[in-house]
T-cell receptor, first 112, second 110 residues
Framework: DAGVTQSPTHLIKTRGQQVTLRCSPK?????VSWYQQALGQGPQFIFQ???????QRGNFPDRFSGHQFPNYSSELNVNALLLGDSALYLC???????????FGPGTRLTVT | RKEVEQDPGPFNVPEGATVAFNCTYS??????FFWYRQDCRKEPKLLMS???SGNEDGRFTAQLNRASQYISLLIRDSKLSDSATYLC???????????FGQGTTLQVKP
């Protein structure tokens, strides 16, 4: 039974560039949530996708956008990267929008 | 003030010790509560849900006090493998939006 998978594992980008991160949920799950974790901090909720729609959004600017595909996989896009966007980006999947959330291994993004 | 607050530690304890972590949350609308464990440079993993009646899973006991908006985690007979960061998590109104504390770091020494 495959768990949550994310790609890529690591990424280095330059300020101003755009990045796309990908997530495949755990088998049987239909909801994907994205979190940003800065060094030494707990994860912060970015948004959640359920039935291919953004259902909840945290306090992140419009530079952060996402998408969910019919197979429940999801993408996180960040435009106009800032140095402060450097973080571990975590994807969590659940069954429906209120189920227990299980995290993928994350994508470590470094912006230089 | 952060919505979920934890003492970041680190807590350094010898093997076999009992250690307790505390967490407070500020939003009384919070309805679901969890402890997650995060190893260095890894993803958070669900340790246990926390129920009003208190619940136990082996060496781990979680307590919730809704009146004081306080959550605790007790680890008995600490093992070296318990060394990790423990994240206190609340779900406000069962929305699916998890709110994490900063995390408390535990180091268990031989």
């Amino acid at each position: 039974d495959a768990g949550v998978t994310q790609s890529p594992t690591h990424l280095i980008k330059t300020r101003g560039q755009q990045v796309t991160l990908r997530c495949s949920p755990k088998s049987g799950h239909d909801t994907v949530s994205w979190y940003q974790q800065a060094l030494g901090q707990g994860p912060q909720f970015i948004f959640q996708y359920y039935e291919e729609e953004e259902r909840q959004r945290g306090n992140f600017p419009d530079r952060f956008s996402g998408h969910q595909f019919p197979n429940y996989s999801s993408e996180l896009n960040v435009n106009a990267l800032l140095l402060g966007d450097s973080a571990l980006y975590l994807c969590a999947s659940s069954l429906a929008d209120r189920g227990l959330q299980y995290f993928g291994p994350g994508t470590r993004l470094t912006v230089t | 003030r952060k919505e979920v607050e934890q003492d970041p530690g680190p807590f350094n304890v010898p093997e076999g010790a009992t250690v307790a972590f505390n967490c407070t949350y500020s939003n009384s609308a919070s309805q679901s509560f969890f402890w997650y464990r995060q190893d260095c440079r890894k993803e958070p993993k669900l340790l246990m849900s926390v129920y009003s009646s208190g619940n136990e899973d082996g060496r781990f006991t979680a307590q919730l006090n809704r009146a004081s908006q306080y959550i605790s985690l007790l680890i008995r007979d600490s093992k070296l493998s318990d060394s990790a960061t423990y994240l206190c998590v609340v779900n406000r109104g069962n929305t699916g939006k998890l709110i994490f504390g900063q995390g408390t770091t535990l180091q268990v020494k031989p």
